[in-house]
């Protein structure tokens, strides 16, 4: 096979920031994909629904003429989100989903969850109304390992709150683990879980053999191979359970090359011809289309994109090693293979 088209694809967990970066990288989406989930972990964070629908005005301006890209917004969740101000702003259409950061897991955090029964109003509002709920899924406790966080986080945190929200829509993100693939494959409908490009390419060794790699540095952190081996057994399956979320969250290099740096890694510019090499390698390029374009809209109840996109293969693939961004640069994440599935 030397070419495939699919339904336009959607990037159903994507950081675009704000300003001078928010500039920058929306191109790097807006060129191959439909739609996405816009992350709301700003500084300060997108709580209500009018700086969603600020927030969605100057993304907006960001999106290239001629692009027909369509943000689909988040709320951050906090223990003082109101209930109310969340069901109207789903009611009228401004905001898709609802982001639980627990305080403290990872980037522009710190106004998360700390205790979890503080939400739940929230969350019974958001199961009645059919509103996802999409969770960073680690814990933050400090003697729990790093490696160790996200299967601790299902077990002591998700497991209650699914159980004790019922009908509540959830979407484990960014999962890296073979316990969270297993979780959201038993989960049923009500439940769904994205995978990152990246984290279908690297595993832990990546970030540290042979000198420490910032740009594969992300959270939550890649884990051991088995995993890996098991993110890419669960994308390429063509499972409803599992959609694409490329977690593209671009950061300067000046902020992740340093001695506390970001975590995030930026893959909107390649992410769909190193797909596209992770799914042939399976013998899995006909399930491509359910990972990236059907099980995502059909988890939110949106039809899939009517537009598509054709791949060819052919001589590697170039890609910009960098982005520019006023800023200061960031670095395109280098997933360490020749590529040779070229969007067209
Ligand atoms: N994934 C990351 O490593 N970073 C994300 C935050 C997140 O999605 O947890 C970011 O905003 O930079
Ligand atoms: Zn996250
Ligand atoms: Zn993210």
Partial sequence: ??????????????????????QAVTPESARHFGRAIVMPN????????????????????AIPEGSDFTPLMTLYLTEETDPADVAQAHAEGLVTAVKLYPAGATTN???????????RPVLETMAERGIPLCVHG?????????????????????DPIRRATPGL????????????????RAGGPDLGATITTHHLVINRN??????????YYCLPVAKREEHRRALVAAATSGEASFFLGTDS????????????????????????????????????????????????PAFYGLAPNEATVTLEKGA????????????GPVTVFDPRMPLHWRVL
């Avoid at 990546?206 to 740009?215: F, W, Y």
């Avoid at 000046?254 to 190193?274: D, R, V, W």
Wanted: glycine share 6%; hydrophobic share 40%.
């Fill in 249 to 296: 969250a671009p950061h300067v290099d000046a902020a992740k090359e340093c001695g506390c740096g970001c975590a995030g890694c930026f893959t909107a510019t390649n992410t769909l011809s190193i797909l596209a090499e992770v799914f042939e390698a399976q013998g899995a390029l006909d399930r491509l289309e359910a990972f990236a374009s059907l099980n995502g």
């Fill in 316 to 327: 590697p693939v170039t890609y910009p090693e960098k982005i520019d961004c006023a800023d």
């Fill in 42 to 61: 700003l500084v300060p964070p997108v709580v209500t629904g009018a700086q969603a629908a600020a927030y969605r005005e100057r993304i907006e301006a």
């Fill in 1 to 22: 096979m030397t070419q495939i088209t699919l339904r336009r694809p959607d990037d159903w967990h994507l950081h675009l920031r704000d300003g001078a970066m928010l």
């Fill in 206 to 215: 990546d970030i540290l053999v042979g000198g420490i790699k910032p740009h």
């Fill in 138 to 158: 680690e814990v933050t406790d400090p003697e729990v390992d790093i490696f160790d966080r996200e299967a601790v986080f299902i077990d002591h945190v998700l």
């Fill in 109 to 119: 955090s710190a106004s998360g969850v700390r205790d979890f029964d503080r939400v």
């Fill in 169 to 184: 829509r959830v979407v484990m993100e960014h999962i890296t683990t073979r316990q969270g693939a297993d979780y959201a």
